[in-house]
């Protein structure tokens, strides 16, 4: 057995909701674009960047658009998504997970965030959180979304602990797809069926303790 020396945490659906807020504001872009986007055509939007986000939801509604209409709206679904996120308060973590990364840090173990939203700071700052990552990894900061696994090699690299002594929390089928791709550790936030590549799926981190980073 060996116990892990890094947690990698996504942000979006793992330490906060944000989802929702995507979720509105893409079936907002898409009802301005004359079709709906539904719950289960917005899996797809998930882990992945902004750009290939619009690409995705340009597909569904089987719409075509020049590159400059695609970063009108990609721009217009951005400042729906921050005026919905800039109300958020240390309320809006989600049951468990900062106490969890508490637990973490508390037995030596380093923190990254490792998210591929350019809104990660905005978020970190409004839920005060912060501080409790030593390397954040964010959109910013990538030239490769998820699934590939850029993000995380990134705080791996920075942090000098290696892929494997690593685990990725996620929420999202390219999320695990990149820890998987990165040589890493994951553990699944959420749905079994739908993360079901994850090595290891909890429903969140209510009752959550550290024998989950036993390998």
Same mark, same amino acid.
């Given at each position: 057995?060996?116990?892990? *020396?890094?947690?990698? @945490? +996504?942000?979006?659906?793992?330490?906060? +909701? $944000?989802?929702k807020f995507?979720? !509105? /504001?893409?079936?907002? !872009?898409?009802?301005? %674009?004359? @079709?709906? %986007?539904?719950?289960? #055509?917005?899996?797809r939007?998930?882990?992945?960047s902004?750009? #290939?986000?619009?690409? &995705?939801?340009?597909?569904?509604?089987?719409i075509?658009?020049?590159?400059?209409? *695609?970063?009108r709206? /990609?721009?217009q679904?951005?400042e729906?998504?921050?005026?919905?996120?800039s109300s958020? $308060?240390?309320?809006d &973590?989600?049951?468990?997970?900062?106490?969890?990364?508490?637990?973490?840090?508390?037995n030596g173990? *380093?923190t990254s965030?490792?998210s591929?939203?350019?809104?990660?700071?905005l &978020?970190l700052? *409004?839920?005060?959180?912060?501080? !409790? @990552? +030593?390397?954040?990894?964010?959109g910013?900061?990538?030239?490769?979304?998820?699934?590939?696994? #850029?993000v995380?090699?990134?705080?791996c690299?920075e %942090?000098?602990? $290696?892929?494997?002594?690593?685990?990725?929390?996620?929420?999202?089928?390219a999320g695990? #797809? /990149? =820890?998987?791709?990165?040589g890493?550790?994951?553990?699944?936030?959420?749905? =079994?069926?739908?993360l079901?590549? /994850?090595?290891? &799926?909890?429903?969140?981190f209510t009752?959550?303790?550290?024998?989950? %980073?036993?390998?």
């Amino acid at each position: 057995m060996s116990f892990i *020396k890094h947690c990698i @945490f +996504d942000l979006d659906g793992v330490i906060v +909701d $944000t989802a929702k807020f995507h979720y !509105l /504001a893409w079936k907002r !872009l898409a009802k301005e %674009l004359g @079709f709906e %986007l539904k719950p289960i #055509q917005n899996e797809r939007l998930k882990g992945v960047s902004r750009v #290939q986000s619009l690409e &995705i939801l340009l597909s569904i509604g089987n719409i075509k658009a020049s590159d400059a209409e *695609k970063s009108r709206m /990609a721009d217009q679904k951005n400042e729906w998504y921050v005026q919905y996120i800039s109300s958020m $308060t240390p309320k809006d &973590i989600l049951p468990g997970a900062k106490e969890f990364i508490l637990k973490v840090r508390e037995n030596g173990i *380093k923190t990254s965030l490792g998210s591929v939203s350019k809104n990660a700071a905005l &978020i970190l700052e *409004k839920i005060a959180i912060t501080h !409790l @990552f +030593d390397c954040i990894v964010d959109g910013t900061r990538i030239t490769k979304a998820k699934p590939d696994p #850029q993000v995380f090699l990134i705080s791996c690299e920075e %942090l000098a602990v $290696t892929p494997s002594e690593s685990v990725v929390f996620e929420d999202s089928i390219a999320g695990i #797809q /990149a =820890a998987l791709a990165g040589g890493m550790h994951s553990i699944g936030i959420g749905n =079994a069926k739908i993360l079901s590549m /994850a090595e290891r &799926i909890i429903p969140d981190f209510t009752h959550v303790d550290m024998s989950i %980073l036993v390998y």
